[in-house]
């Protein structure tokens, strides 16, 4: 392998990481592609049968493969999401809206808080 090949790679490597990263931060393509490629499993059924690749080793074992991939992403994608959760609501059980909204309100209005009775009297 020469020095020129082990620069490609490199290059190659880095652009499927970036590539890879950019489609994990998309919920709408992740949720794109895991409908069509559950459309083409489903499509892949009648096709099995009809080939007689159900009879196939090779092809069951790799149909199985899959669907171990397949699992364990969905798991790891559905905890991912509930980590991502879990920080959002201690971050708003640490630093409420109301109290976001109120900071606010003070910073960039003259509201002043009352002086005297906390009662407001009618006269």
């Known amino acids: 392998m020469s020095r020129g090949d082990v620069h490609w790679n490199g290059v190659l490597v880095a652009v ?5 990263a950019s489609i994990q931060g998309d919920p709408v393509f992740m949720r794109r592609v895991n409908g069509w490629l559950t459309i083409f499993w489903i499509l892949m059924i009648p096709f099995s ?4 690749l159900l009879s196939s080793v090779s092809y069951v074992s790799a149909l199985s493969l899959w ?9 790891w994608q559905a905890a991912r999401v509930e980590v991502e959760q879990m920080a959002e ?3 708003l059980e ?3 809206i109301e109290e976001r909204v109120v900071e606010k309100l003070i910073e960039q209005t003259d509201v002043a808080p009352a002086s005297g009775d ?3 009297s009618a006269t």
């Open 118 to 120: 906390s009662t407001a």
């Open 16 to 20: 499927m990481k970036s590539l890879w």
């Open 89 to 91: 609501a201690k971050e």
């Open 94 to 96: 640490d630093n409420p």
């Open 67 to 75: 669907a171990l991939v397949s699992g364990h992403w969905s798991a």
């Open 49 to 52: 049968i009809f080939f007689g």
